[in-house]
């Protein structure tokens, strides 16, 4: 059993280039989340999905763009990488909404921009 | 606005004894959830616990168990017989449990736990 995958696990990239973070969920969740972690916090809310195209903006989402066209996948574009854009990805899914529903989480993709 | 304050930035406990974990947050809801969630080394974030603000029993999962303090907005972890898989980070984290609610969790900063043989 799969659950989240993300993929790649490390990426380096230059000053405005751009990169897509790929999200994919085997549990047939309905929501899924895009979150951050910068070194020594905790994650805050980038983006997060509802269904297959419904998407909508959390915490945090200057520089990123997000599309949902299946269930499964949630990628995280980033458009103009910059230095501040250097941080850990987590990517989550959840059955529903709220706080009875356990978010599952992948791996993380560690990003930093140079 | 809610907020989550994890004020151990580290701590550590010797294989087989127990160590607890500070939380506390801020809510003007009545209405919500705390978890405890472990980040290992590995980087996967892993549910440990969860309590549902309306239930006053306290949530207990094998080893892990909390201590909910409604009134004073504390939310501790108690680790009993620490094994050495158990050091991570442990993040508390907070969401709201409203019809609308979407499922944002807010974080603390975290505590790192180092278990030592």
């Known amino acids: 059993n799969a659950g989240v995958t993300q993929t790649p696990k490390f990426r380096i990239l230059k000053i405005g280039q751009s990169m897509t973070l790929q999200c994919t969920q085997d549990?047939?969740?309905?929501?899924m989340y895009w979150y951050r972690q910068d070194p020594g916090m905790g994650l805050k809310l980038i983006y997060y999905?509802?269904?297959?195209?419904?998407?909508d903006k959390g915490e945090v989402p200057n520089g990123y763009n997000v599309s949902r066209s299946t269930t499964e996948d949630f990628p995280l574009r980033l458009e103009l990488a910059a230095p501040s854009q250097t941080s850990v990805y987590f990517c989550a899914s959840s059955y529903r909404g709220g706080a009875q529903n356990i978010q599952y989480f992948g791996a993380g993709t560690r990003l930093s921009v140079l | 606005a809610q907020t989550v304050t994890q004020s151990q930035p580290e701590m550590s406990v010797q294989e087989a004894e127990t160590v607890t974990l500070s939380c506390t947050y801020d809510t003007s809801e009545s209405n919500y959830y705390l978890f405890w969630y472990k980040q290992p080394p590995s980087r996967q974030m892993i549910l440990v616990i969860r309590?549902?603000?309306?239930?006053?029993q306290n949530a207990t999962e094998n080893r892990f168990s909390v201590n909910f303090q409604k009134a004073a907005k504390s939310f501790s972890l108690k680790i009993s017989d620490s094994q050495l898989g158990d050091t991570a980070m442990y993040f508390c984290a907070f969401m709201t449990n409203y019809g609308g609610s979407q499922g944002n969790l807010i974080f603390g900063k975290g505590t790192k736990l180092s278990v030592k043989p």
């Open positions: 309590q549902e603000a309306y239930k006053q």
């Open positions: 999905s509802v269904g297959a195209g419904i998407t």
């Open positions: 549990m047939n969740h309905n929501y």
